[in-house]
């Protein structure tokens, strides 16, 4: 398929096409494992920044790919708040807990979670001890993206602060490594809530910095190189569609979304036209 997503977000099997962002991965992955480490353990990060700047790619993608190479048998568990908006959030993570490490069969997850989370907790841990038995690691990694969608989705405020009490549970008892994001707009709305303190005690948030010019080259050249394609070049002033794209980006930092989802069209042109030029 394509390696031009557009507008969205890479995701896991986006890996092999993701680029740019290699200094972010390092740096948060580096953040969340000194958290991990710590004598009391605290082990999440929040990745806030700018609407479009990339936060979803780099936790769903950049980071989830090399959490899975850190944590080969961990299970990885992802989920935003408003997938299911009508919902009380903790049915949606109960759910994508289920299907990631078959816990609670036989009950309703949601309820135990919600209500006797310490009971959910002592079943996550023995479901490690089975599969890991000789593991003190998580027992899961949970990708929490667009955080902020607990406040724009309608969720009354015990609702959110019920979703946030079991978030902070599972991270202060090292069940689960938490990677979660946020626009920068909307970071404060967590301060009302003291069960996201995780978050930001101890360096726990990272903001995403606009790419940088040699970022950006690589953002725009590297899949394409990897599908074999190359930018065509004006014949009169010599100068490669991969250079203007370039320029735009580098002027206006949300151009560069929009070129993304101009080169997603242009290679579909390209199957359909069987040419490896832009």
């Known amino acids: 398929g394509t390696p031009f997503l557009g507008l969205e977000s890479f995701r896991l099997s986006h890996a092999a096409v993701f680029s740019g962002r ?13 958290r991990a480490e710590q004598p009391v353990q605290l082990p999440s990060l929040l990745i806030a920044g700018a609407s479009g700047c990339g936060k979803s790619s780099l936790a769903r993608c950049g980071m989830a790919h090399r959490l899975r190479e850190l944590l080969p048998d961990v299970p990885l568990v992802e989920m935003r708040p408003g ?105 404060d709305r967590l301060a009302n809530y003291r069960e996201f303190s995780h978050f930001t005690e101890e360096g726990g948030l990272y903001v ?14 590297d899949p394409a190189e990897l599908a074999g394609l190359t930018f065509e070049q004006d014949l009169r002033t010599g100068q490669s569609l991969a250079d203007l794209i370039f320029d735009e980006a580098r002027v206006e930092a949300d151009a560069l979304p929009l070129d993304v989802a101009t080169r997603r069209r242009l290679r579909k042109a390209f199957a359909l036209h069987r040419t490896g030029t832009y």
């Open 22 to 34: 290699e200094d972010a991965i390092r740096e948060s992955i580096s953040i969340l494992r000194s």
């Open 208 to 221: 995403l910095r606009p790419a940088t010019a040699v970022e950006i080259r690589q953002i725009i050249e």
């Open 83 to 187: 997938d299911h908006a009508a919902d009380d959030p903790i049915v949606t993570l109960a759910g994508r807990i289920q299907q990631a490490t078959g816990a609670a069969e036989s009950c309703d997850f949601a309820f135990v979670l919600r209500n006797v989370p310490l009971l959910a907790l002592e079943q996550l841990q023995r479901l490690r001890e089975r599969s890991l038995p000789k593991s003190s690691g998580p027992c899961l990694v949970l990708i929490l993206d667009q955080l902020e969608e607990l406040f724009t989705a309608g969720f009354t405020s015990d609702c959110i602060r019920g979703f946030a009490a079991v978030i902070d549970l599972l991270v202060r008892r090292g069940v689960c490594w938490c990677v979660a994001t946020i626009r920068s707009d909307l970071l």
